[in-house]
């Protein structure tokens, strides 16, 4: 696969890149490795893994057989993290494993086992990621010379990379909005994939790329916005919030030089983030008030179809970049169920009605993450002294149908993972995940805790979403 050279030879991994299994090898090791892949003409991009002893003990867990709300198996953090590369963001699935970003490393498990399938080494620290994949590829940027401008696209089934490209044309240096450091006062850059293609968007510009061999595409330069937003899957949408206005655009598969629907908000509404792209639903402010409601756009045109405003009793929760969905909210169909403390609320994307409310622990929040067989799935985080649990409640009705307890034993981890290092919920194949998308801290921190949740094996039904800023 064809890559600009643009800046030479990739920059060797920033901070220490540690090690690659629980025998914790010293980070020399791994710069020798990079030293001899240059020296023999390879790219150090990052280096690809086999089998470690940690897969191995997380197999040997594996065999055990949990217990219904027990632990299966569990990942810490491959690297040691350091001050400004510690965000874990970065989440993704294929029918029988769980890829994860980590700030220097990208790893793929096994569902069942836990057991390492392949890892490799980013040149440079991850600092935006796809939060979909599209036909088992994911999108992930890192910086170099201190700004993100390096994408690159790989297989999650083999960790293999498909391409990696540069942002800026030959001679062109990229300013502070495509610097981290910068982002508290401009949008942050945002990726996205589907429909074969890649959407990166910034503050002051935005691209895409053929997602098969990276071909660019469009390129787009704007005056700084104070809002960026993408969101993939059989939808990909770009919305931005700029000069008073929000917009957002779909990109056609056909064309993407031409656009295939375009919705602008009326003046003094901001565009905060895109909670589905099937059907379209919006997070937008009024700048006027600051007060917040979803916006429902048509499939077909993109004309705006309802509004619901926000209920006081909402509890949309964290919306890192690095995850499908946001924590708390869940569009399925012509549903959304929203969390709230000790509840959850369905409401109609037809009507803007609410459907019902299902009463859970007065005193937790409860989280929907997914929809099968006419039942929705909730996740009730635990506390320092209790764990959490699983309810499952009738779709139609929201009605209670039967509960799983989480077990005892882990309610200091699970406690650990939702309070510091802001945890995602998940279900696939049979397991409940609560994966790390937030800050690690140590290098035995656990990135991901797999729960055995009583023989059900729902679909991960949570929509892609890109969190809130401030638009000033």
Same mark, same amino acid.
Not at 60 to 75: N, R, T, V
């Given at each position: 696969?064809?890559?600009?050279?643009?800046?030479?030879?990739?920059?060797?991994p920033?901070?220490?890149?540690?090690?690659l299994?629980?025998?914790?090898?010293?980070?020399f090791?791994?710069?020798?490795?990079?030293?001899?892949?240059?020296?023999?003409?390879?790219?150090?991009?990052?280096?690809?893994t086999?089998?470690?002893?940690?897969s191995?003990a997380?197999?040997?867990?594996?065999?055990?057989g949990?217990?219904?709300?027990?632990l299966?198996?569990?990942?810490?953090?491959?690297?040691?993290?350091?001050?400004?590369?510690?965000?874990?963001?970065?989440?993704w699935?294929?029918?029988?494993?769980?890829?994860?970003?980590?700030?220097?490393?990208?790893?793929?498990?096994?569902l069942a086992?836990?057991?390492?399938k392949w890892?490799?080494?980013l040149?440079?620290?991850?600092?935006a +990621?796809?939060?979909?994949?599209?036909?088992?590829?994911? +999108?992930?940027v890192?910086?170099?010379?201190?700004?993100?401008?390096?994408?690159?696209?790989?297989?999650?089934?083999?960790?293999?990379?498909?391409?990696?490209?540069?942002?800026?044309?030959?001679?062109?240096?990229?300013?502070?909005?495509?610097?981290?450091?910068?982002w508290?006062?401009?949008?942050?850059?945002?990726?996205a994939?589907?429909?074969?293609?890649?959407?990166?968007?910034?503050?002051?510009?935005?691209?895409?790329?053929?997602?098969?061999?990276?071909k660019?595409?469009?390129?787009?330069k704007?005056?700084?916005?104070?809002?960026?937003?993408?969101?993939?899957?059989?939808e990909?949408?770009s /919305?931005?919030?700029?000069?008073?206005?929000?917009?957002?655009?779909?990109?056609?598969?056909?064309?993407?030089?031409?656009?295939?629907?375009?919705?602008?908000?009326?003046?003094? +509404?901001?565009?905060?983030?895109?909670?589905?792209?099937?059907?379209?639903?919006?997070?937008?402010?009024?700048?006027t008030?600051?007060s917040?409601?979803?916006?429902?756009?048509?499939? /077909?045109?993109?004309?705006?179809?309802?509004?619901?405003p926000?209920?006081?009793?909402?509890a949309?929760?964290?919306?890192l970049?690095?995850?499908?969905g946001?924590?708390?909210?869940?569009?399925?169909g012509?549903?959304?169920y929203v969390?709230?403390?000790?509840?959850?609320?369905?409401?109609?994307?037809?009507?803007?009605?609410?459907?019902?409310?299902?009463?859970?622990d007065?005193?937790?929040? /409860?989280?929907?993450?997914?929809?099968?067989?006419?039942?929705?799935?909730?996740?009730?985080?635990a506390?320092?002294?209790?764990?959490?649990?699983?309810?499952?409640?009738?779709?139609?009705?929201?009605?209670?149908?039967?509960?799983?307890?989480?077990?005892?034993?882990?309610?200091?981890?699970?406690?650990?993972?939702?309070?510091?290092?802001?945890?995602t919920?998940?279900?696939?194949?049979?397991r409940?995940?609560? +994966?790390?998308?937030?800050?690690?801290?140590?290098?035995d921190?656990?990135?991901?805790?797999?729960?055995?949740?009583?023989?059900?094996?729902?679909?991960?039904?949570?929509a892609?979403?890109?969190?809130?800023?401030?638009?000033?």
């Amino acid at each position: 696969m064809s890559e600009p050279p643009h800046y030479g030879a990739p920059l060797p991994p920033q901070g220490r890149p540690g090690p690659l299994g629980r025998s914790r090898r010293k980070p020399f090791v791994l710069a020798l490795v990079f030293v001899l892949l240059l020296a023999a003409g390879g790219t150090a991009y990052f280096l690809t893994t086999g089998k470690g002893k940690d897969s191995e003990a997380s197999a040997k867990q594996g065999e055990k057989g949990p217990a219904a709300g027990g632990l299966s198996w569990s990942a810490a953090a491959r690297t040691t993290p350091v001050k400004g590369s510690n965000m874990a963001l970065g989440t993704w699935f294929t029918d029988d494993t769980v890829v994860k970003a980590e700030p220097n490393t990208v790893t793929a498990y096994d569902l069942a086992t836990g057991e390492k399938k392949w890892s490799f080494i980013l040149a440079d620290t991850l600092c935006a +990621v796809s939060g979909n994949a599209d036909a088992d590829t994911a +999108v992930i940027v890192t910086q170099f010379d201190g700004a993100c401008t390096r994408p690159t696209a790989f297989d999650l089934r083999t960790g293999n990379r498909a391409w990696t490209k540069d942002l800026m044309a030959d001679g062109e240096r990229a300013g502070p909005e495509l610097k981290p450091a910068k982002w508290q006062a401009l949008a942050q850059l945002r990726v996205a994939v589907g429909g074969g293609y890649a959407l990166l968007t910034w503050a002051t510009g935005e691209q895409t790329f053929r997602l098969g061999d990276g071909k660019k595409m469009t390129s787009v330069k704007r005056k700084a916005c104070g809002v960026t937003a993408a969101a993939g899957g059989k939808e990909l949408l770009s /919305a931005t919030s700029c000069g008073g206005r929000g917009e957002v655009r779909s990109l056609n598969p056909a064309d993407p030089k031409r656009l295939k629907w375009k919705w602008t908000a009326p003046k003094g +509404v901001w565009v905060r983030g895109i909670l589905s792209t099937t059907p379209a639903v919006l997070q937008t402010d009024k700048d006027t008030d600051a007060s917040s409601e979803l916006t429902v756009l048509a499939q /077909a045109n993109g004309r705006e179809a309802r509004r619901i405003p926000y209920g006081n009793d909402w509890a949309l929760g964290s919306c890192l970049q690095g995850g499908e969905g946001c924590v708390g909210g869940l569009v399925s169909g012509d549903t959304f169920y929203v969390a709230g403390k000790g509840m959850t609320a369905a409401y109609s994307l037809n009507t803007g009605n609410e459907l019902w409310v299902h009463k859970d622990d007065p005193n937790r929040k /409860a989280n929907p993450i997914a929809v099968r067989d006419g039942e929705l799935v909730t996740y009730v985080q635990a506390t320092a002294e209790r764990p959490g649990h699983l309810s499952f409640v009738t779709a139609a009705t929201g009605r209670t149908a039967r509960k799983q307890e989480l077990a005892m034993s882990i309610r200091k981890r699970e406690y650990a993972m939702e309070s510091v290092r802001t945890a995602t919920p998940y279900l696939r194949s049979g397991r409940f995940l609560l +994966v790390a998308d937030g800050m690690l801290d140590s290098e035995d921190d656990d990135v991901i805790l797999a729960i055995a949740p009583g023989g059900t094996e729902p679909d991960d039904r949570r929509a892609a979403y890109s969190p809130p800023s401030s638009p000033r």
